[in-house]
């Protein structure tokens, strides 16, 4: 079982930023990938980012983002830490919502049913 525990979350205003982290626990090893998701009030859960849990470097780019936070959200990870990160600048009142952390098996990424390990979320909220 692999526990997920989001922090990191609060209230700013447009154009602020915020860093986002998971800690991850237990049984870590059976990781392939974490993400971010988020969901706003009446909407579905929405893929943020995806990064591959390893901890060698490849040559080859191994994150994922939306088309709505390309160039604004940075997913990060330390493996040795167990944590994964996302910094998230140039904040919109349309990213207002909950922020989840997930952890899959496998390669299926931005899929929500592809993650087997939530956390509970945290609240990000911004104003203008």
């Known amino acids: 079982q692999v526990q997920l525990v989001e922090s990191g979350g609060g209230l700013v205003q447009a154009g602020d930023s915020l860093r986002l982290s998971c800690a991850a626990s237990g049984a870590t090893f059976v990781i392939d990938g974490m993400a971010w998701f988020r969901q706003a009030p009446g909407k579905e859960r929405e893929f943020i980012s995806d990064i591959r849990w390893a901890n060698d470097r490849t040559p080859y780019d191994d994150t994922y983002y939306a088309d709505s936070v390309k160039g604004r959200f940075t997913i990060s990870r330390d493996y040795a830490k167990n944590m994964m990160y996302l910094q998230m600048n140039s904040l919109k009142p349309e990213d207002t919502a909950v922020y989840f952390c997930?952890?899959?098996?496998?390669?299926?990424?931005?899929?929500?049913?592809?993650?087997?390990?939530w956390g509970e979320g945290t609240q990000v909220s911004v104003s203008l």
């Open positions: 997930a952890a899959r098996r496998g390669t299926t990424y931005y899929i929500a049913g592809s993650y087997k390990y």
